[in-house]
């Protein structure tokens, strides 16, 4: 160390001296400061006992849903005598399980944010971050339950309860309450996404069972790619004792007054959920669930899903021993991880009703969950899903293009009916003959209506399956980045009414397919016989370009399907017509038939013809008594 640095360290320290004697405070700002101190001691001591007293002074009436009484730090509370700041301790207690990290409050002892371990929000996903999936933040989430005690309303929401934090994967929150204690307990398990939650009401003899109610409010963050695709299919589901599933609506705020006792409420966005479940079931009287969408101007417009709010009112008979127990899931809507819980859990997932539904849950779901089972890509396996699909459909297409070329080859003879018959009141021996015509050549213009409502339920099926497919979410596939939302290949930077911000290139194939096999199939339309009928052909060519429109903002995953299905279709009638079905060999069959009919071998009429004859004779009966 040289002379230089020397002097330099010895001119900073004299320094660095001199300031601080300057800048010391004096004996009189020591003693101000330590009286400050003591008062701020003293009010924090004064908040616990003015707790109570607070708790007392509420509305005379149950609250409304849509309010919520909160006490935040620093925020004052009036009385008719007095103004008191009241300082409640705002605790955060953090728990980890394999699925879950937790952060409790001990104001209300309820659970404030809540993460899932194995999963990404889109934005995270997409930036390649390692960051936790959080359902819902601070001030997101409450829980808390209200009650009267005589005629003064009750409502937990800003108790400052006391914490035990020294039990492993175990939360447990006491109040001293009167001459009692409420007493919530979390119990957290590994490899679970259920937290059995329990609240007893101890020693609390003087308020009333009867009318406990659980007030519970959720508003879900974005975690998909588009947030209106994400509010399009969130909503409330509940499960009813005696009349089973049943849902708000989802497009639009909703809602409802319970009717009967219900076994399970589902908080339910696209691919997450929060379900309760009460060991009884909640009562419906004074029960009440609404959801609602943030309207333009609101701060959770742009980050938040849906709000979700619940008035439930709780089972307390003599059996409960004063207490209520619950299993809250908080977890993704994977129907398989549904199934394990609860086998109703599975009912929030759209895959349609009845029928579809059924097609989906023992026939899709099973086929497309080996396929990944084994293995399999996401893209791939929706590709051989549907060539077994369609391999599966192959003797419905046969029939349905058999069908379509025999009324092809009829076309010139009912083209000439038509023109034979051109006024109205000739309309009915018009369809005698075209029966007639129909009957001798063994063709029919329902033979392809069959098939066609054969494939329609597992078309719609497939429609409500992939957007509710979990295994869809944030996997990509060719240019699309997340096959459960919309893929893009050019975002335009401003927004076109009906179509949107970017170009889904899926659709354009999907909807460039379609118009490929309709082109194929307009040859075998038949026209409108009768004034004022629409023209199939020019509705069929609508459809597609309908299609760029409706599908633009949907699952990728959804669209490949449908373009893959398609071109299926289009090999598929490209081979029958070219190896398998000859026309002019079925035209010369369908003539040779035709002439056996009038030859004496003709079919027993059909009590079908038997009536038209009939509706025809008198049809005529009546048009020569109006002459006369």
């Given at each position: 160390?040289?002379?230089?640095?020397?002097?330099?360290?010895?001119?900073?320290?004299?320094?660095?001296?001199?300031?601080?004697?300057?800048?010391?405070?004096?004996?009189?700002?020591?003693?101000?400061?330590?009286?400050?101190?003591?008062?701020?001691?003293?009010?924090?001591?004064?908040?616990?006992?003015?707790?109570?007293?607070?708790?007392?002074?509420?509305?005379?009436?149950?609250?409304?849903?849509?309010?919520?009484?909160?006490?935040?730090?620093?925020?004052?509370?009036?009385?008719?005598?007095?103004?008191?700041?009241?300082?409640?301790?705002?605790?955060?207690?953090?728990?980890?399980?394999?699925?879950?990290?937790?952060?409790?409050?001990?104001?209300?002892?309820?659970?404030?944010?809540?993460?899932?371990?194995?999963?990404?929000?889109?934005?995270?996903?997409?930036?390649?971050?390692?960051?936790?999936?959080?359902?819902?933040?601070?001030?997101?989430?409450?829980?808390?339950?209200?009650?009267?005690?005589?005629?003064?309303?009750?409502?937990?929401?800003?108790?400052?309860?006391?914490?035990?934090?020294?039990?492993?994967?175990?939360?447990?929150?006491?109040?001293?309450?009167?001459?009692?204690?409420?007493?919530?307990?979390?119990?957290?398990?590994?490899?679970?996404?259920?937290?059995?939650?329990?609240?007893?009401?101890?020693?609390?003899?003087?308020?009333?069972?009867?009318?406990?109610?659980?007030?519970?409010?959720?508003?879900?963050?974005?975690?998909?790619?588009?947030?209106?695709?994400?509010?399009?299919?969130?909503?409330?589901?509940?499960?009813?004792?005696?009349?089973?599933?049943?849902?708000?609506?989802?497009?639009?705020?909703?809602?409802?007054?319970?009717?009967?006792?219900?076994?399970?409420?589902?908080?339910?966005?696209?691919?997450?959920?929060?379900?309760?479940?009460?060991?009884?079931?909640?009562?419906?009287?004074?029960?009440?669930?609404?959801?609602?969408?943030?309207?333009?101007?609101?701060?959770?417009?742009?980050?938040?899903?849906?709000?979700?709010?619940?008035?439930?009112?709780?089972?307390?008979?003599?059996?409960?021993?004063?207490?209520?127990?619950?299993?809250?899931?908080?977890?993704?809507?994977d129907y398989e991880i549904l199934n394990e819980y609860n086998s109703e859990y599975d009912e929030i997932l759209n895959f349609g009703w009845g029928l579809f539904r059924w097609i989906n849950i023992y026939a899709v779901?099973?086929?497309?969950?080996?396929?990944?089972?084994?293995?399999?890509?996401?893209?791939?396996?929706?590709?051989?899903?549907?060539?077994?699909?369609?391999?599966?459909?192959?003797?419905?297409?046969?029939?349905?293009?058999?069908?379509?070329?025999?009324?092809?080859?009829?076309?010139?003879?009912?083209?000439?009916?038509?023109?034979?018959?051109?006024?109205?009141?000739?309309?009915?021996?018009?369809?005698?003959?075209?029966?007639?015509?129909?009957?001798?050549?063994?063709?029919?213009?329902?033979?392809?209506?069959?098939?066609?409502?054969?494939?329609?339920?597992?078309?719609?099926?497939?429609?409500?399956?992939?957007?509710?497919?979990?295994?869809?979410?944030?996997?990509?596939?060719?240019?699309?980045?997340?096959?459960?939302?919309?893929?893009?290949?050019?975002?335009?930077?401003?927004?076109?009414?009906?179509?949107?911000?970017?170009?889904?290139?899926?659709?354009?194939?999907?909807?460039?397919?379609?118009?490929?096999?309709?082109?194929?199939?307009?040859?075998?339309?038949?026209?409108?016989?009768?004034?004022?009928?629409?023209?199939?052909?020019?509705?069929?060519?609508?459809?597609?370009?309908?299609?760029?429109?409706?599908?633009?903002?949907?699952?990728?995953?959804?669209?490949?399907?449908?373009?893959?299905?398609?071109?299926?279709?289009?090999?598929?009638?490209?081979?029958?017509?070219?190896?398998?079905?000859?026309?002019?060999?079925?035209?010369?069959?369908?003539?040779?038939?035709?002439?056996?009919?009038?030859?004496?071998?003709?079919?027993?009429?059909?009590?079908?013809?038997?009536?038209?004859?009939?509706?025809?004779?008198?049809?005529?009966?009546?048009?020569?008594?109006?002459?006369?």
């Amino acid at each position: 160390m040289d002379r230089n640095t020397i002097t330099g360290l010895v001119l900073i320290g004299l320094i660095l001296t001199v300031f601080s004697i300057f800048n010391r405070p004096s004996e009189e700002d020591i003693k101000k400061k330590q009286e400050e101190e003591n008062k701020q001691k003293e009010l924090v001591v004064q908040s616990s006992s003015k707790q109570d007293s607070l708790n007392t002074k509420r509305n005379d009436s149950l609250p409304n849903i849509e309010t919520s009484t909160n006490i935040e730090e620093g925020q004052e509370s009036n009385d008719s005598t007095t103004i008191q700041s009241i300082v409640l301790r705002d605790t955060t207690i953090i728990k980890e399980t394999d699925k879950f990290k937790l952060h409790f409050s001990n104001i209300g002892g309820q659970i404030e944010a809540l993460y899932l371990k194995d999963y990404k929000s889109y934005k995270d996903y997409k930036e390649n971050n390692n960051n936790y999936l959080c359902l819902f933040d601070k001030g997101d989430h409450q829980n808390s339950f209200v009650f009267y005690d005589g005629d003064k309303l009750i409502n937990t929401s800003n108790w400052d309860f006391d914490v035990m934090t020294d039990i492993k994967n175990q939360v447990v929150f006491t109040y001293e309450y009167k001459s009692g204690q409420v007493v919530q307990t979390y119990i957290l398990k590994e490899g679970s996404f259920n937290i059995d939650y329990k609240v007893e009401f101890k020693n609390l003899d003087e308020i009333s069972k009867d009318n406990i109610q659980m007030k519970w409010s959720t508003a879900f963050l974005q975690t998909e790619k588009l947030l209106s695709e994400q509010r399009r299919v969130s909503t409330i589901c509940y499960n009813e004792n005696e009349e089973g599933f049943d849902y708000l609506s989802e497009t639009s705020d909703d809602e409802s007054d319970l009717e009967n006792d219900i076994t399970w409420i589902a908080y339910k966005q696209s691919y997450f959920s929060s379900i309760i479940k009460p060991q009884q079931p909640f009562q419906f009287k004074k029960s009440k669930m609404i959801v609602k969408t943030y309207p333009e101007g609101h701060q959770k417009e742009n980050t938040h899903v849906k709000d979700f709010q619940s008035v439930l009112s709780l089972n307390m008979d003599k059996n409960t021993n004063n207490t209520v127990s619950f299993k809250w899931f908080f977890g993704p809507n994977d129907y398989e991880i549904l199934n394990e819980y609860n086998s109703e859990y599975d009912e929030i997932l759209n895959f349609g009703w009845g029928l579809f539904r059924w097609i989906n849950i023992y026939a899709v779901q099973p086929i497309f969950n080996f396929l990944l089972n084994i293995g399999m890509p996401l893209g791939l396996a929706i590709f051989v899903l549907t060539l077994i699909i369609k391999t599966l459909l192959m003797p419905v297409q046969w029939k349905m293009f058999v069908s379509s070329v025999k009324m092809k080859i009829l076309k010139p003879k009912t083209e000439a009916l038509n023109e034979k018959y051109p006024n109205k009141e000739d309309s009915m021996k018009k369809q005698m003959e075209m029966m007639n015509l129909y009957r001798e050549s063994g063709a029919s213009p329902l033979s392809g209506c069959l098939p066609m409502l054969i494939q329609m339920p597992i078309l719609l099926a497939v429609f409500r399956f992939f957007p509710s497919s979990f295994e869809l979410r944030q996997q990509s596939f060719l240019w699309a980045d997340d096959l459960s939302s919309f893929d893009s290949i050019w975002d335009f930077g401003i927004n076109i009414p009906i179509y949107g911000d970017h170009m889904s290139l899926f659709t354009l194939l999907m909807a460039g397919t379609t118009l490929v096999y309709t082109f194929m199939n307009s040859g075998n339309m038949q026209q409108p016989s009768q004034p004022g009928m629409p023209n199939m052909k020019i509705l069929m060519y609508i459809f597609p370009i309908m299609m760029i429109f409706f599908f633009n903002n949907y699952s990728s995953g959804l669209s490949y399907y449908y373009f893959v299905s398609t071109l299926f279709s289009i090999l598929i009638m490209f081979l029958i017509k070219k190896f398998f079905v000859d026309e002019e060999k079925l035209k010369l069959k369908m003539e040779a038939k035709a002439d056996s009919n009038k030859n004496g071998k003709q079919k027993k009429k059909s009590r079908f013809q038997e009536r038209l004859e009939e509706m025809q004779r008198k049809q005529q009966e009546a048009m020569k008594n109006r002459k006369k």
